[in-house]
């Protein structure tokens, strides 16, 4: 690809889009899961579901394409993907709600994207809150925010260390 006349940059955002839409069917079908065999009442909640998945499949693959962009190899993220993905998801509330952690713990796990995912859906299902409730609004605004922010760095490590391999 890195020989084809495509810049490299609409090589990385065509990689960006195909990954997000990946990110929001394969949340679009775990929610659809929940409700078809759990009950999970989505429809109730479908403005606040929508923006959540999207904003979550955005900062998640953002993350995603930053560990692409910085690896010189599948092996290599591969290797680094699970560790780090096993520490954000520990940290993150994903194996054990953040709320029984410690309190160093519950500081800690703000730091991860799991944390602010699992947070909104919690704000949707758990506390039923509507879209437009600012504390809704503020972990979607953080995933929005981390998404944008992990992928103007994996322009820029694309483009020092994949387009210096041309």
């Known amino acids: 690809l890195l020989l084809s006349p495509i810049t490299p940059t609409s090589i990385l955002f ?3 889009i195909s990954v997000n839409l990946i990110s929001m069917m394969q949340l679009g079908v775990m929610f659809l899961y929940g409700w078809l065999y759990f009950g999970l009442d989505i429809t109730h909640h479908l403005p606040s579901l929508i923006i959540m ?3 979550t499949a955005f900062a998640c693959s953002a993350f995603g394409i930053v560990l692409v962009s910085f690896a010189k ?3 290599q993220v591969s290797g680094m993907s699970t560790l780090i993905i096993l520490t954000m998801s520990a940290i ?3 194996m054990i709600p953040s709320f029984i952690m410690p309190a160093f713990m519950q500081k800690l796990s703000v730091f991860s994207v799991n944390y602010w995912g699992i947070q ?3 704000d949707i299902f758990w506390r ?3 879209f437009t409730d600012p504390v809704f609004l503020t972990r979607v605004a953080v995933l929005i925010g981390i998404g944008v922010g992990l992928n103007l760095l994996a322009v820029r490590l694309f483009k020092r260390n994949v387009v210096s391999l041309v």
């Open 120 to 122: 909104g859906f919690y």
């Open 92 to 94: 993150g509330g994903s």
């Open 128 to 130: 039923d809150l509507a």
């Open 73 to 75: 190899s599948k092996a």
């Open 53 to 55: 998945i999207v904003s």
């Open 14 to 16: 065509g990689k960006m």
